[in-house]
């Protein structure tokens, strides 16, 4: 896998360069590794399916940031996905369209993989207090008291995991390594960085997910990342 930074402030002329310089028929466009959850999720699928693909970085909340995603896809956003020519602009969709090329992504059983998919739609859409109060920052560790709204999230999101790993016998929420698993794993960084309560058996699942050697390459890079977002670094100091 090939990694390309992009500076926002070089525009469009930046971006051709970065893209002509990629070789890889799959081309995954991501936002700093530090803070973007929703960057990692896709960027866990497509590793997990073994599936080669360039990475291009580009740095969040900088001048000009705006203007360099709108000249990736019209949604102005990370993660995007570029396919031959095709543009894929959400991190479920991504992970959907990793899973028709590799389609052991998904639980096997048919029950399981409908629960999996009914959390992953949960963890696309819900939980809004965690995500806003408690926003990913791997670098982050604090035990400052959270607001009520963010414990409460937390909680669910315990139960329900606890509810996944229950009903398995492996250590992922279904057994076997899934896309549902590559959505929580975001989450599972926020009990860490927050120091957010979670029964002994979701914490032994996030220290499974923290372990995970493509986690682990995603985070060593995202501990050397020159960049700060400061509001982010100041949530609930």
Excluded at 30 to 48: A, C, D, E, F, T
Excluded at 113 to 124: C, F
């Amino acid at each position: 896998m090939r990694t390309s930074y992009y500076a926002a402030e070089s525009g469009r002329r930046g971006l051709r360069a970065i893209q002509q310089g990629m070789q890889s028929p799959l081309t995954l466009y991501i936002g700093n590794k530090n803070y973007s959850s929703w960057s990692l999720r896709p960027w866990l699928v497509l590793r997990k399916a073994e599936l080669p693909f360039d990475e291009a970085l580009i740095q969040l909340d900088v001048p000009g940031y705006k203007t360099a995603l709108l000249a990736i896809s019209k949604a102005g956003t990370v993660p995007v996905l570029k396919v031959k020519g095709e543009v894929i602009p959400d991190s479920l969709a991504i992970s959907e369209w990793a899973a028709k090329a590799v389609p052991n992504l998904w639980p096997k059983n048919v029950d399981d993989r409908k629960r999996a998919k009914e959390i992953t739609h949960l963890m696309h859409e819900g939980f809004d207090a965690l995500r806003a109060q408690a926003p990913m920052n791997l670098r982050r560790r604090t035990a400052s008291k959270m607001p009520q709204g963010c414990l409460d999230d937390a909680a669910r999101m315990s139960d329900i995991w606890d509810e996944c790993l229950s009903k398995h016998d492996g250590p992922f929420l279904f057994g076997d390594w899934c896309i549902a698993d590559a959505f929580y794993t975001p989450a599972a960084t926020r009990f860490v960085s927050y120091d957010l309560p979670r029964s002994a058996k979701s914490d032994t699942y996030i220290s499974e997910l923290m372990s995970d050697p493509d986690y682990m390459d995603w985070e060593a890079d995202a501990m050397v990342e020159p960049w700060h977002l400061v509001e982010t670094d100041k949530a609930n100091l």
